[in-house]
């Protein structure tokens, strides 16, 4: 038995915190409430700490990481975590990969293989992992699977040949479809194979979770997009990542809020998810027109060498821009001669070269083959605390592991939002916030036996400190192992213990 003795549980379904002991026995809760140890008991004195499930983060791209035993998130209270996001998951098997646009994830899985959702979780149980990870079969891999990255619509063989290829991958434990819909290849997918696609989840029992079509001038429509989908085909539809992107917008936020109201009034199965952070994080392609990267990053590169093409490429992006080139730090350079620039603004490059914001965009494109990480400052804090506090939305770290200046959610986002925005500026009480990272999210993805502590339930613990929780971390030093985390148990294994990572990978696959 492990008994973490004296502490204040909050148990993740949003009821009032209470002064409890938890008992764990065979990975598994025995007990919560009044508990005496029993001879040989592993006993923690969690006096003046806080007892919760661990996070659960819906939204992750550590595909790759988890397996690499990177970590970052366990060390921030994380225990679950939905892999396969924004369309990019590691399966099922892609073409030559110089036809896939540059993304973290397909770059790092180059000479890795898993033609299927099956071969990923084997390969996951073997090299194990900090946290238990679920997956989420990606619609842009599906896509590059069949055609590559071409535009236009999927003939009926490659149509019938992606929905096999996700039903296989649903079968073997895939939870769900997710879609990047504003980045190629899955930008070229239109409502009608999304439709098609999203009744082969809801055959298997999915979800469809959506990097929307946009998040800027038509925000609006493309919510309205991915409710659609669930008024055709009644998905559960996730709304990734909620944001009204760039000064430009900030305004739609509450019409977006409202559509999203209306649909759930209306019986559509909708949740949203988001991370505390006032900027977001992607590749620097995702500010180009969508036609611009047809034929992958090849593609791309040859256009940009065209003055003629480069410059009306440069047209559309500059008419498209919601912010300003000051707003987008440089994050990860690929040209190990560029590293100086990782944490300068395209803006800052731009005035040191003495050209345009949108000339320094394209020429820093060029410089690394396409591949670059920004951190774009999006998103205004009264937004953020409407989304953050809507009552259908989980928090998420939306974290991605680059070199250079990752975004420090990947780090810190839970010690953020239970230290700078619920303890600091009291957006909620501490269990509500508790419930956003835990029980809500776990019961939205169906996760059985997470996101409580209650008897009978996998003992994935997490015990903190209230009034010391946070990070250190920024955007120019990410970096930094959070504050105010104490314990963190995986299946009743110690991941941390008194603050201090432990060399235990007790995570397992979770296989619908």
């Not at 019986?267 to 900027?279: C, F, M, Q, R």
Request: glycine share 10%; hydrophobic share 40%.
């Amino acid at each position: 038995m492990i008994l973490l003795q004296n502490g204040t549980v909050i148990d993740g379904s949003g009821q009032p915190a209470r002064h409890a002991s938890v008992a764990i026995e065979n990975g598994t809760i025995s007990s919560v409430g009044a508990v005496d140890p029993v001879p040989g008991a592993e006993v923690i004195d969690c006096s003046g700490l806080v007892v919760a499930p661990g996070f659960i983060d819906v939204h992750s791209h550590a595909d790759l990481e988890a397996m690499q035993h990177r970590p970052e998130k366990v060390m921030q209270g994380v225990t679950t975590e939905v892999v396969g996001n924004c369309g990019f998951s590691v399966f099922p098997g892609l073409p030559e990969e110089d036809l896939v646009p540059t993304f973290g994830i397909f770059a790092a899985r180059r000479g890795r293989e898993w033609p299927d959702a099956a071969t990923y979780f084997d390969r996951l149980e073997e090299e194990r992992s900090y946290t238990n990870v679920a997956a989420l079969t990606g619609h842009s891999t599906l896509r590059a699977g069949v055609s590559g990255v071409k535009a236009g619509r999927l003939d009926a063989a490659e149509m019938r040949e992606a929905e096999s290829r996700l039903a296989t991958c649903l079968e073997q434990g895939s939870i769900g479809l997710s879609t990047g819909l504003n980045e190629a290849p899955g930008s070229f997918g239109d409502l009608d194979e999304l439709t098609a696609l999203c009744r082969v989840v809801v055959e298997r029992g999915g979800f469809y979770t959506s990097h929307l079509r946009d998040y800027k001038f038509r925000i609006v429509e493309a919510v309205e997009e991915a409710l659609e989908l669930g008024r055709r085909t009644g998905v559960p539809v996730q709304i990734s990542h909620l944001q009204a992107v760039g000064y430009r917008n900030w305004d739609k936020i509450d019409a977006v809020l409202e559509t999203i109201d209306r649909a759930h009034a209306e019986g559509i199965d909708v949740g949203i998810d988001a991370y505390p952070y006032l900027a977001g994080s992607c590749g620097l392609t995702q500010i180009l027109p969508i036609w611009a990267m047809e034929g992958g990053t090849p593609a791309l590169l040859e256009r940009l060498a065209d003055a003629g093409t480069r410059a009306e490429i440069a047209r559309q992006t500059e008419d498209n821009m919601s912010n300003r080139w000051e707003d987008i730090l440089i994050a990860s350079v690929s040209n190990q001669e560029l590293l100086e620039l990782n944490g300068r603004t395209v803006q800052q490059v731009a005035d040191d070269r003495g050209c345009s914001g949108v000339d320094a965009a394209i020429d820093l494109l060029r410089e690394n083959d396409g591949d670059l990480m920004i951190i774009s400052f999006n998103s205004t804090e009264e937004n953020l605390r409407k989304v953050l506090s809507h009552p259908l939305t989980s928090i998420i770290t939306d974290g991605l592991m680059t070199e250079g200046k990752p975004h420090p959610r990947t780090f810190g986002t839970y010690p953020t939002w239970l230290g700078e925005y619920v303890r600091d500026k009291g957006w909620m009480p501490l269990e509500a916030a508790v419930h956003k990272a835990t029980g809500q999210p776990a019961a939205r993805f169906r996760l059985e036996r997470q996101g409580l502590l209650q008897e009978g339930y996998t003992a994935n613990v997490v015990a903190f400190s209230a009034e010391e929780i946070g990070t250190r971390g920024d955007y120019v030093e990410p970096d930094q192992v959070p504050d105010g985390i104490s314990h963190v148990l995986v299946n009743g294994a110690w991941a941390v213990k008194e603050g201090e990572l432990q060399r235990q990978y007790s995570g397992r696959p979770v296989r619908t």
